[in-house]
């Protein structure tokens, strides 16, 4: 009876929300100074966002009608069921918030440095080898985004009380 499963709603939810917020985009206020209106790269990330979902939409109505659920994976029963069942995004919101209040003391680099790592390893494993490359990852993609904020921006990050200047 239903032609149309939750993806397509949730795609066409997130046109509307893209096309909103780029309208309201237009609302943010443009200084005297600088070269870039300030609305450039959120109308830039929202313009990206509208053809992610757009694909998403086309996708969803390529893929049809969604199954009858099965009984595969029964809901979590219980507090216990419930944190194993959303342990991955517990453990991410959980990781970010302790980021967010290490900010002030640590700085965006090492913090963020802590913050990647300490994700990786906690979703990806915690052995010998994987550590390596969760460390290599973290510091080539961290260093490399505040290089680039740093010094090809000129954009003043964050830097903590016990490693000041970092």
């Known amino acids: 009876m239903d032609r149309l ?6 795609a066409v939810f997130l046109l509307f929300f893209c096309g909103f917020m780029f309208w309201a985009s237009f609302d943010i206020r443009v ?21 992610l979902s757009l694909i998403y939409l086309v996708q969803s109505l390529r893929a049809g009608p969604a199954a009858p ?8 029963k219980g507090i ?16 970010f918030a302790a980021y967010l209040a290490l900010l002030p003391i640590l700085g965006m680099l090492a ?9 990786l390893c906690a979703l990806g494993g915690w052995s010998p080898r994987m550590m ?16 680039v904020f740093t010094f090809g921006l000129n954009v ?11």
């Open 69 to 76: 659920e099965s009984d595969g994976e029964a809901a979590p």
């Open 5 to 10: 499963n939750r993806d397509v709603y949730l």
């Open 132 to 147: 390596l490359i969760h460390a290599a990852i973290a510091i080539i993609a961290v260093a490399g985004m505040w290089c």
């Open 111 to 119: 913090d963020g440095i802590l913050f990647v790592f300490v994700l």
């Open 80 to 95: 216990g069921g419930y944190l194993r069942y959303w342990r991955n995004p517990i453990i991410c919101f959980a990781l």
């Open 31 to 51: 200084p005297d100074y600088g070269v870039l209106a300030p609305s450039t790269w959120p109308q830039i990330i929202l313009a990206v966002l509208s053809l």
């Open 156 to 166: 003043l990050l964050p830097t903590g009380i016990l490693i000041p200047g970092l």
